[in-house]
C-alpha cells in the first residue's frame, strides 16, 4: 500500500518559530473540548518537528505572560477568555505572537448578536433576529418573528445553550435557561433546511462540508460525541453553488476582520438562499472537527495545516523568536 511521507516543517521555519506553546483547557463552558483540541494540535506540531509544549490555562490570565518561556502561542482555548479577544489582548501587549485573529475580530465574533449586526449592515444575509432582554419580551418578539425560532446566549459557542422553540412560553423557557449562560441572548428565526459549514485558511476557503444529524439540530453531542452525524464531503451542491457559499463565508469573514483560520456556519432555506448563522475565530480541533476534515479533503494533513496556521504568527514579529 502506498504510503505518504509525515508531514516536517522547513528547518528554516522550525528556528523561526523557536519555542511554541499550545494554549489549552481554560475556564470556559468549552473546557473539555479545548483540551482535546489542543492536545491533538500539540500531538501533530511535535509530529512535524515544532518545538512545542502544552500549557492547561487556568485562572487569571495575566499570569501566562508573566515570565514566558515561549516564543509564540498557538490559541486552542474555546469560549470566553481565550476566544473573545481577552487573551488576544493580553498577548498583544506582551508582544506575543499569537495564531488566528486579532481582539477587535476575536471579540466581534464571539459576540453573535454584534456580529449579526456587521453582517446585516454589509448587506450579508442573516436570519432576522432581536436580542431578548426579559421574559416580558416574549409576546413582541414571538409577533415579530417567524416560528420557529432559535434562541442562544450571545457569547458561547459549540452550541451550548442554543433552544428551538415554537412558542412564546417555550420562548420564555428557552430564555430563561440561556440568560443563565450570558446577559445577552440573541433570538433569530430558525432556518429550516441543510447546514453547511465552510473552513478558511489563509484567505481560501476549504471544500464545504454537508451536515446531517438525527439531533434537532446539530447540538454539542452531535459536535463532539455521536458517532452517527453525517459528514457530507462533497457537500451535495452544484460546483456553482458551493461557490456561492463559499464566497459567502469568506466575506463574512473579512467583514469581521478575521485573519489566517476559522469556519464560517451557514443554512440553506428551501428556496436555495444562504444564511450566515455565525463566524468562529478558533474552531474545534477534535477528532470530531470540521476544520481538520475539510483541510483533508483539500489534501492537507492535520500537521501541515497546523504548521500553516502557525507560519501566518511569523508575520507579527518579523520572524524572530525572542522570549523563551
Known amino acids: 500500500m502506498y504510503q505518504t511521507q509525515p508531514f516536517l516543517a522547513e528547518p528554516a521555519m522550525l528556528k523561526a518559530f523557536g519555542r511554541v506553546a499550545v494554549f489549552m483547557g481554560g475556564d470556559s463552558a468549552e473546557r473539555d473540548v479545548s483540551l482535546k483540541s489542543g492536545q491533538a494540535v500539540l500531538s501533530a506540531l511535535l509530529s512535524a518537528g515544532v518545538n512545542a509544549f502544552g500549557v492547561d490555562v487556568q485562572g487569571c490570565l495575566l499570569k501566562t505572560v508573566e515570565q514566558p518561556e515561549f516564543d509564540r502561542v498557538f490559541i486552542a482555548l474555546h469560549g470566553r477568555g481565550g476566544e473573545d479577544g ?79 422553540v415554537t412558542s412564546a412560553d417555550e420562548l420564555v423557557q428557552a430564555w430563561q435557561a440561556a440568560a443563565a449562560l450570558d446577559t445577552s441572548v440573541l433570538v433569530e428565526e430558525w432556518i429550516e433546511g441543510p447546514e453547511f459549514t465552510v473552513s478558511l485558511l489563509q484567505d481560501r476557503a476549504l471544500p464545504a462540508i454537508g451536515l446531517s444529524t438525527d439531533h434537532v439540530f446539530y447540538d454539542y453531542d452531535a459536535k463532539y460525541l455521536a458517532d452517527d452525524t453525517r459528514y457530507c464531503i462533497p457537500c451535495g451542491l452544484s460546483a456553482d453553488e458551493e461557490l456561492r457559499l463559499q464566497q459567502l463565508a469568506l466575506e463574512a469573514f473579512r467583514v469581521v476582520g478575521c485573519r489566517t483560520w476559522g469556519r464560517v456556519d451557514i443554512m440553506q432555506d428551501a428556496d436555495g438562499k444562504f444564511w450566515l448563522l455565525e463566524v468562529n475565530t478558533v474552531p474545534g480541533m477534535t477528532d470530531h472537527s470540521l476544520v481538520p476534515m475539510s483541510a483533508r479533503a483539500a489534501g492537507i494533513s492535520f500537521e501541515e495545516l497546523v504548521v500553516r496556521i502557525l507560519a501566518d504568527t511569523l508575520e507579527q514579529n518579523g520572524g524572530e523568536p525572542g522570549h523563551a
Open 86 to 164: 481577552t487573551l488576544q489582548a493580553i498577548l498583544s501587549q506582551a508582544d506575543i505572537p499569537f495564531t488566528g485573529s486579532d481582539v477587535m475580530a476575536s471579540a466581534l465574533a464571539m459576540d453573535k448578536l454584534r456580529s449579526k449586526y456587521v453582517f446585516a449592515g454589509c448587506g450579508l444575509a442573516t436570519p432576522k433576529f432581536r436580542t431578548m432582554t426579559s421574559a416580558e419580551d416574549a409576546i413582541s418578539i414571538a409577533a415579530e418573528l417567524r416560528m420557529p425560532l432559535s434562541v442562544k446566549p450571545s457569547r458561547e459557542g459549540s452550541s451550548i445553550g442554543i433552544f428551538k
